[in-house]
Each structure stands twice: as C-alpha cells, then as structure tokens.
C-alpha cells in the first residue's frame, strides 16, 4: 500500500522518552518499531543500550532530550521526579506537547500542567510485554487538541482513549481500574486459599474462578445502569441474600483457618448498608456505603 505524504509525516514526528524503566523502555521501543525518530534520556545511560542499538538517539541531558522532539513522553517513579527532571527545563518544553506516564494522583497530574501549555496526562493499562499492540491500553485526559494531534503517535502504544479536559481524569480511571484488579485478585487468592485448605490445587480452581468473574461482569453492566439511574431494584438478589451468603464465607474461612479480613470486610459493607435502609434492594446500594453516605 502506498503511504500518502500524510501517513509518512505521522510516522516520522520526532518523539522523546524519557525515563527508561521497563515500562520507558518498552514505550520508546513501540515508537522506534512505528518509524518514529525517537530520542531518550535516563539518569543512569545504560539502561537505553539496547535502545540505540536499534536506532533510538541517547541525549546527554534532559533539555536536549526534550528538544529534540515535539512530542515528549515522560514515564518516571512518580511526580515528584517528573518535577525533579523537567522543572528546570520548561523553556525547552514551550511549543512541545508533555505527556506524563508516571502514575500518580489526580491533583498531581493537575500540577503537572504547570510546566507546560501543551500537556497530556495518561494512565497504561498494561504491562511492558504488550506494549505497541491492540491489547494495551492507555487512557489518557487532558488538551483536547493535543491529543488530536498526537493521537497517531499515542496510537502506536496501544489503544489510546481520550476521557476530557480534566487533567486528573485518566489518573482517577487509573487507581479506580487498579482498585478493580486488586478486589478481584485478593478475591481468588483468599478462595485459593480457602480451597486449598481442602488439598484443592489453586490451578484446579483457577477455570471455574475465571469464568465466575466473566459472569460476574454481566452484574457490573447492570449495576452501572442502577447506579447512575441513583436507583436499586433487587433484579437478582437483595443484599439481605447477599448477606447470609457472606456470613457462610466468613464461618469457612475461621474453620479452615484461612484469615478472615477479607469475607469480614465484606459483610460489613452490606451490614452498613441495611443499617442506612436499603433493605429490599441490590448489591448495587453498597455504592452509598462508598460514598459515604451510609
């Protein structure tokens, strides 16, 4: 297929990375793989080896760094460090569009905005290996227009989502998908653990607990229409069964002896639920617990 002159100037706008952890290393590899001339810096230079051995440009500093490209995606331990490495430098980032990957709160990625006109703050919902394919995803908040015109660019990470103005909305959309991954983990590991105290081997477990959590997402769709519809009708089951279920769990767990924290923790929230009135309704009232107004 012939590239039109469009596509080649897409795929040859300059592009800067600059924090070479595992994730850095595998985002200035996606740009290089896409044709981008891309540009690196890192405090420690090694780490960016293997880079220019495959055509990246290591800069001696973090202003040459940030002026050689005009997109400058920065992936650091955290914002202090971005502060750290580009505070000194926003004369070099003036006309330049930042996109901070570091993960961090939304009010830090609020700050962030102060070291530059054109600035982008993303989320990466994925790990190294799959960076440049269709199943990473990033989010990303921010300048409208930036990411309009660098969203070919972002595109060769991964499947990139713009969710608005607000700076601090993809980092909110980070920590609350992270929450998602952590409930549900500490879910199948207490019930690994739960099983395993019968001689189950939590591989024996594990296609039984993955297809309850697709089922489980059915529940998730459902919920989300209540919840923004602000009511609760117990299309499948009211918390007072939620509740009597959960207290089976918590009475396995102390029998087997496997901690109890965890089934506790939840039978509290639908505890405090019930105790607020929302007697009769679904899982999907424990959100006012969340909110805090239960």
């Known amino acids: ?40 810096w890192n405090r420690s230079s090694g780490k960016a080896a293997e880079l220019v051995a495959a ?3 290591l800069a001696p500093s973090p202003d040459a760094a940030v002026r050689a490209g005009s997109l400058v995606v920065v992936c650091l331990s955290d914002a202090a460090a971005v502060h750290d490495v580009l505070g000194p430098h ?50 990303f908040s921010g300048e409208r227009e930036a990411f309009d015109r ?12 713009y969710f608005g103005e607000d700076p601090g909305l993809a980092a909110l959309y980070d920590v609350a998908l992270l929450g998602l991954m952590w409930g549900t983990l500490n879910a199948f590991l207490h019930g690994a653990a739960l099983l395993g105290s019968a001689k189950v081997d939590a591989s024996a477990f594990a296609p039984f607990a993955t297809r309850w959590v697709g089922s489980v997402t059915e529940f998730i769709t459902a919920y989300a229409g209540q919840i923004d519809r602000g009511a609760y009708p117990p299309e499948d089951a009211t918390v007072e069964t939620h509740l009597a279920t959960m207290k089976y769990l918590v009475r396995e767990s102390a029998a087997a002896g496997i901690d109890t924290d965890w089934p506790a923790r939840i039978q509290a929230l639908a505890e405090r639920a019930l105790a607020a009135g929302h007697e009769g309704t679904s899982y999907a009232s424990l959100i006012e617990v969340f909110r805090g107004r239960a």
Not at 21 to 29: D, I, K, P, V, Y
Not at 122 to 133: D, F, L, N, T
Not at 150 to 161: F, I, K, N, S, V
């Open 90 to 139: 926003r004369d070099a980032l003036a006309g330049r569009t930042l996109v901070n990957l570091t993960s961090g709160t939304s009010e830090e990625a609020r700050e962030l905005t102060a070291l530059t006109t054109s600035y982008l703050d993303g989320a990466i919902m994925a790990v190294p290996e799959v960076i440049g394919r269709p199943e990473a995803f990033l989010l």
């Open 1 to 40: 297929m012939n590239e039109t002159p469009h596509t080649t100037e897409l795929r040859s706008e300059p592009v800067t990375v600059i924090g070479l952890g595992l994730m850095g290393q595998a985002l200035a590899a996606a740009f290089l793989a896409a044709g981008h001339p891309t540009t690196v």
């Open 55 to 57: 055509g990246a440009v």
């Open 150 to 161: 660098h969203r070919a660019a972002l595109q060769r990470l991964g499947t990139a989502t």
